[in-house]
C-alpha cells in the first residue's frame, strides 16, 4: 500500500498483509491487489462479500488457520487493492483478479471459499481452473434479482439512487455510518454481530479517493453474476452450497441452484442471515475442518 493510503484499524491475530503487483505490460489496465495470509496447510482462499474486504472474515480466519494455509482477497478496487480509473468491476473482472491470486502465487489443490458475490467467484473460478481448484463451499450466493435490495425499505431506497443516472455517483459517494449500519443489519439474524470497528473500518475504506466510484460500478455489475449462474455445471470440483434461513434468496433461487449443481451438499444455517462469516463463523469452520 502507498505511504498515502489509510491502513486497515483491525488487525487479525496470526494474518499478515501482502500484495500482487500488476503483471507486466498491464499497468494501467490492472491494480496492485491485496491479501492477508495466516496459518499452514493446503491453501484455502477467502472471498468476500459486496462492500466488505477481507478483514470480513476476521472470526473465520484464526479458527482454520490450524488446518489451512488461508489467503483473505480484497477483491479488485476494493478494500486496500488498488482502484484503476475506468476498471471494469462486472463478474469476469472480478473473477481474473481471483485468478490472478491463485496463479501468480501458483496454489494448487486450492479449498475457495466465498460468501456472497464472492461464491459467485469461488464458482466460476473453479468453473475456470479446474486443475487447480480441490473443492469450492459457496455461502449465501449473490446471484438473484434484487440482491441487498430485498433486505429493508432503506437498502432499497439507497441502492436505487446508487443506480440512478445523474444522481448515482452523489449518492454512492453519501454514506452516513447509521445509513451503512443499517443496511448491513438487514444482513443478519443477529444484529449484534455487526461490530462498531468493522463498521469503523468498511466507512474509512468508504472514503478512499475513487472508492464511491467502484461501490457503484459494484451494484450496476448484479446483472453479470446472475449471467455467471450458467457457469455452474461446468464447476467439477466438489461443491457444498451454503444460506442462511434468513439470507435474502428465496426458497426458489436456493433450489434453482440446487438443480444446477445436483452433486453438491446443501446447509442450511437456522436464523442466520445473508452475512454467516459474521454471526455464525463456527458453522463454515466445522464445516471445512471436517474437510481439512
Known amino acids: ?53 477481507a478483514e470480513h472474515f476476521r472470526l473465520l480466519i484464526p479458527s482454520i488457520a490450524e488446518h489451512y494455509t488461508v489467503y483473505a482477497l480484497d477483491l479488485p478496487g476494493m478494500g486496500y487493492s488498488e482502484i484503476v480509473p475506468g476498471a471494469s468491476y462486472d463478474e469476469p473482472a472480478m473473477r481474473e483478479g481471483v485468478k490472478r491470486l491463485l496463479t501468480e502465487l501458483d496454489l494448487h489443490d486450492v479449498t475457495l471459499v466465498g460468501e456472497s ?51 448515482g455517483p452523489v449518492t454512492a459517494s453519501q454514506e452516513p455510518k447509521p445509513a451503512l449500519s443499517k443496511i448491513l443489519q438487514g444482513g443478519l439474524g443477529d444484529e449484534s454481530a455487526l461490530r462498531e470497528d468493522y463498521l469503523d473500518e468498511l466507512l474509512q475504506v468508504g472514503g478512499r479517493p475513487g472508492y464511491p466510484t467502484v461501490a457503484r460500478a459494484v451494484y450496476q455489475a448484479l446483472p453479470s453474476l446472475i449471467a455467471a449462474r450458467s457457469r455452474y455445471p461446468e464447476v467439477k ?45 463456527d458453522v463454515v469452520a466445522d464445516l471445512l475442518a471436517a474437510v481439512a
Not at 458475490?117 to 463451499?137: H, I
Not at 425499505?153 to 439512487?161: D, E, I, N
Not at 449443481?261 to 454471526?279: C, M, N, R, S, Y
Open 1 to 53: 500500500m502507498p505511504d498515502h493510503e489509510p491502513r486497515p484499524t483491525i488487525h487479525i491475530p496470526g494474518a499478515t498483509s501482502h500484495t500482487i503487483a500488476p503483471r507486466p505490460g498491464r499497468r494501467g489496465r490492472e491494480g496492485t491487489l491485496r491479501y492477508l495470509k495466516a496459518g499452514t496447510g493446503a491453501p484455502l482462499v477467502l472471498l468476500h462479500t459486496v462492500r466488505t474486504q
Open 117 to 167: 458475490m464472492g461464491a459467485v467467484l469461488a464458482l466460476t473460478t473453479a468453473a475456470d481452473l479446474p486443475e487447480r481448484v480441490r473443492r469450492v463451499v459457496a455461502v449465501n450466493a449473490y446471484d438473484f434479482r434484487g440482491g441487498i435490495a430485498r433486505s429493508s425499505l432503506l437498502a432499497r431506497v439507497v441502492v436505487s439512487g446508487v443506480l440512478t443516472p445523474g444522481v
Open 237 to 281: 470440483a466438489p461443491v457444498h452450497l451454503v444460506y442462511g434461513e434468513k439470507d435474502w434468496s428465496r426458497p426458489s433461487d436456493r433450489e434453482a441452484n440446487k438443480q444446477l449443481l445436483p452433486a453438491a451438499d446443501f446447509t442450511q444455517v437456522a436464523k442466520a442471515g445473508h452475512f454467516i462469516a459474521l454471526e455464525r463463523p
